[in-house]
């Protein structure tokens, strides 16, 4: 359980908050503190005050995957193979391993063709495949995703999602605008001018949010 | 007023795109994968990237705008009202209609993601011009936002729109429909009959369509209504 | 040249003889012409026109004040022709490689890690510049010497933004200190045989420099 406690920090201000293991999607207009949330949980930020505990460890001791949401922003290293292999390497995991490990999630992500290609001559999807990868690489307890879906198309936030489901981390984080992927995830947070309004399974959520922008259209329609 | 493509082809490196057709008056979705060529059929439109064969002529076109997917590339001011000022806009107004009055010295790279996208859509959507392309109008908007936004494109019938997106979820109606597929802009034509031909619709779309409930056209209106449909 | 080793260590030595003489200038600039692409190197040299500008001012205030302006000129352009061919060899991920070869897991490293970064915001700054020219291109602004501060200030803001994000990305990635990394090159025969020449070019340039020094130089006379 992710349990976060009289948590302050900037606008940001939720005093109890449980997120349980799966998938779980913030959603929220521009500025409401998603990504002031995320970046919490991935250690970029410290709280001022309160606390962040990931299965009772500070999020600083938690091994974190994270996806921006610029395709452009996740890129240290010029060539696919150096981006997905730097955790690894700031790790200084032993150099026969990092072959075998990088050859592992490029398969698991499918991106084997990609491994010598200039991260800079690739599509956005591919990026934020290239992304993925990097953040899969260390098998991390937790992995972050910020709006990864806006820049991408249909086919591509599908495939993702798969891979999201089978990445075998106990916690996915992700944020988005688009409420019919909200709508599949294990639980929902919706935040509103750095508050936590609603949380909980999707379906109780949404139902807080008929007849605004963020119910989804399936619903509506019953499909 | 029209903008006629007559057997372009555009190459960049291992990439190409071919297009053939006539872009009128109206709002113009043009749909593809990421990667697909939008952006570069885009600029190609634009006039910022000739393309290698063929020919794009333009009639009755006396302004053209494009507006690129990410605003950051557009950004030239230091500070949010000089931002305005470079697209010929009054600052204040337009910040007030974005919501952010009292920014005028706030450089626009320290404006969040969805501030710098309203922020630019609303210089963009100001000026008028008889060609506006623009290239993922609805990246980095909330829900709310693209609501908002698809209210504005909805006034602008007195010259030529072509949105080039893959949003699935928040659309407006359109007068027309095309969609790029393996290198090739097809044009599928003005909805409803549009929707029976286009290759990837958005997935609600497509299930109304398999339920034998094909909508009017694309926007969130006319999905509810042909899914109240008996 | 693939070999990076070899390659900068022959920059460097051709720099160092095209510096302290003007036969060391001239026997660069001849490995320069059979060694490397020229062609290449010469359509790159447009990316420092302003550096020549500079050059040839100063070359000539030098001329006029005390004599030696063409001497400096002709020197400083080899070096820079050889910066230039340098900069068009580099190969992504390569200066980690050389960094950890040189100097361990830990400072080679770090220095490497801190040059392909150098690297990427060079080219990212080049992008960055073209997407301003789009934009003022677009907002039918003329990009005169008026635009030069509000594009510099841009192009510095991203910068500063970007940095800003790798940093973060380097954090949220577990870097704290170097790094493990197998350091691999590409040594061809034509590397060896381009990097064994760069000793005559040493010594065409250390002789010249040594005659400088014993006959020529009215400072060291003055000592002597």
Known sequence: ?223 | MRVSLDRICITQGNFSLAADGTFNKGVHLVSGAVGSGKSTLALCLAGMLPPERGTIQRSGIGSTMLSLQFPEHHVTGMTAAEECTSWGCEPDTILASCGLKGHNKTSPLALSRGELKRLHLACVLNNPNDLLLLDEPFSSLDCEEKYAFCTLIAHHTSNITIIFTHEQSVLPKFDRIWEIENGILHDRGTPPEALKTWNSPPPLIKKLIAAGKSPRNISQKDILEAACRT | MQDVRIRIGAAAVLSFSAFVSLWGAAAAFFWFFIFTPRLQSIRRLRLVIGAFVMIAIISLLLQITNGSGYSYGIRIIVIILIGVWLAGEYHPGEFLHLGVWLAGDHLGFDVGLMAEMGMQSLISLLDDLDRIRIAYILKKIPLDITGIIPAGTLLVHMELIRARDNAELLAVRGYRDGGALQPGFKTSRLDIVAGLSVMPVFFIAALHFVNFLYFDSAFLKGLL
């Open chain 1, 1 to 223: 359980m992710i349990d976060i406690c009289d948590l302050r920090y900037r606008l940001l201000h939720i005093d109890h908050l449980k997120i349980p293991r799966g998938i779980t999607t913030i959603i929220g207009p521009n500025g409401s503190g998603k990504t002031t949330l995320l970046r919490l949980l991935a250690g970029i930020a410290v709280p001022e005050s309160g606390t962040i505990l990931i299965d009772g460890v500070p999020p600083r001791k938690t091994e974190a995957g994270w996806v921006n949401e610029f395709p452009d922003r996740n890129i240290l290293f010029s060539i696919v193979y150096d981006e997905i292999a730097s955790p690894l390497r700031f790790r200084h995991t032993a150099t026969d391993e990092i072959p075998l490990k990088v050859n592992a999630v490029v398969k698991r992500v499918g991106i084997r063709h990609l491994i010598s290609r200039k991260v800079r001559e690739l599509s956005g999807g591919e990026k934020v495949l290239v992304a993925l990868a990097a953040a899969l690489v260390c098998t991390p307890g937790i992995l972050l995703l910020d709006e990864y879906d806006t820049h991408l198309d249909g086919a591509r936030c599908s495939q993702i999602g798969h891979l999201l489901s089978a990445s075998g981390c106990g916690y996915v984080l992700r944020c988005s605008q688009n409420m019919e992927t909200a709508a599949t995830s294990d639980f929902l947070i919706l935040l509103d001018k750095g508050n936590l309004v609603h949380a909980g399974d999707p379906i109780e959520v949404f139902a807080h949010l008929s007849g605004t922008p963020y119910y989804p259209l399936s619903l509506k329609v019953g499909l």
